[in-house]
């Protein structure tokens, strides 16, 4: 019945198909087919489950959480880009449920920066202006010299140890092309760093900064074209360890500096060519 179509990553409980053999079950299967061009087009999105496992009055929270995660899933994995409207009526039909549990979902997608609201039109995923980034980087570039001076003389090697770790792992998220896992992983490098400050304002200032940064990361970092040898962002972590080690606060201070404006101009520049990743897909 499905010939040639394929079940997107197993991440967020879809299910894999390819020519109409599942390969693992699980609530929702997500198809695709590959047009002339070879890209992927949505052809649908199936409620395996019984259609009364979201009716509104079994509708629980957990399954709410569900439908954010799925929705979120596609965001973050460029299948819906930046700008895009999300359509309460369309995703209710296509989860077999009412509109309240969606509308809970998105309130919940805009709490986390994923989504916008606009009066009278509707819900829209992000679509962050170049203004935006370079607020967002100026802030964190103010941040991240308070955070060098604040850590330069805390550091311990168990602190070292942990960093070098999240380090380690980078290639392999990279050459995996695993977005979520990268994001993550980015995350708790500098949010460790922030936390050595044992400042707990700056931790708390950073972390937000970080949640916005990660939403200009998913839609224009060029995260699936890079090739390692070249991606400055793993040299840099490197040497903002190396400096930590020797103590080094003006070398620290230069790279934390370089680390963020680097990344900001590189992800303004694709914005700028309205760079979107992988195929778009619509629901």
Same mark, same amino acid.
């Given at each position: 019945?499905?010939?040639?179509?394929? /079940?997107?990553?197993?991440?967020?409980?879809?299910i894999?198909?390819?020519?109409?053999? +599942?390969?693992?079950?699980? $609530?929702?299967? =997500?198809?695709?087919?590959?047009?002339?061009? !070879?890209?992927?087009?949505?052809?649908? *999105?199936?409620? *395996?489950?019984?259609? !009364?496992?979201?009716?509104?009055?079994?509708?629980?929270e %957990?399954? #709410?959480i569900? =439908?954010?995660?799925?929705?979120?899933?596609?965001?973050?994995?460029?299948?819906?880009?930046?700008?895009?409207?999300?359509?309460e009526?369309?995703?209710?039909?296509?989860?077999?449920? %009412?509109?309240?549990?969606?509308?809970?979902?998105?309130?919940?997608?805009?709490?986390?920066g994923?989504?916008?609201?606009i +009066?009278?039109?509707?819900?829209?995923?992000?679509?962050? $202006? =170049?203004?935006?980034?370079?607020?967002?980087?100026?802030?964190r570039?103010?941040?991240?010299?308070?955070?060098?001076?604040?850590? #330069?003389?805390?550091?311990?090697?168990k602190? #070292?140890? *942990?960093?070098?770790?999240?380090?380690?792992?980078?290639?392999k998220?990279?050459?995996?092309?695993? =977005?979520?896992?990268?994001?993550?992983n980015?995350?708790?490098?500098?949010?460790?760093?922030?936390?050595?400050?044992?400042n707990?304002?700056?931790i708390?200032?950073?972390? !937000?900064?970080?949640n916005?940064?990660?939403?200009?990361?998913?839609?224009?970092d060029?995260?699936?074209?890079?090739?390692?040898?070249?991606?400055?962002?793993?040299?840099e972590?490197?040497?903002?360890?190396?400096?930590?080690?020797?103590k080094?606060?003006?070398?620290l201070?230069? #790279?934390?500096? !370089?680390?963020?404006? %680097?990344?900001?101009?590189?992800?303004?520049?694709?914005?700028?060519? %309205?760079?979107? /990743?992988?195929?778009?897909?619509?629901?």
């Amino acid at each position: 019945m499905y010939h040639n179509i394929v /079940g997107l990553y197993n991440r967020f409980n879809f299910i894999v198909i390819i020519d109409g053999f +599942p390969l693992q079950k699980s $609530t929702f299967l =997500i198809l695709y087919q590959r047009n002339k061009k !070879q890209k992927y087009v949505l052809l649908d *999105l199936v409620n *395996l489950s019984c259609q !009364q496992h979201f009716k509104e009055g079994n509708m629980s929270e %957990s399954k #709410i959480i569900e =439908i954010y995660e799925l929705i979120k899933g596609l965001i973050i994995n460029r299948e819906l880009r930046a700008g895009m409207q999300l359509k309460e009526n369309d995703l209710a039909k296509k989860f077999g449920t %009412s509109r309240t549990p969606i509308r809970q979902a998105f309130q919940k997608l805009k709490d986390d920066g994923f989504v916008e609201t606009i +009066p009278n039109k509707g819900t829209y995923v992000v679509d962050p $202006t =170049i203004e935006d980034i370079c607020y967002a980087y100026k802030l964190r570039l103010k941040l991240e010299e308070m955070l060098s001076e604040e850590i #330069i003389d805390k550091v311990t090697p168990k602190d #070292i140890q *942990l960093l070098e770790h999240y380090i380690d792992l980078e290639p392999k998220f990279y050459k995996k092309s695993e =977005i979520f896992d990268y994001l993550e992983n980015n995350r708790k490098f500098h949010l460790k760093i922030a936390k050595i400050s044992d400042n707990k304002y700056l931790i708390d200032a950073i972390d !937000q900064i970080l949640n916005v940064i990660d939403i200009h990361l998913i839609f224009y970092d060029d995260f699936k074209n890079k090739d390692i040898s070249t991606i400055d962002s793993i040299k840099e972590h490197e040497l903002i360890i190396k400096f930590l080690k020797e103590k080094k606060l003006d070398q620290l201070k230069e #790279i934390m500096v !370089q680390h963020v404006k %680097s990344t900001c101009e590189k992800l303004k520049q694709n914005k700028e060519n %309205s760079y979107m /990743g992988e195929n778009c897909l619509l629901l």
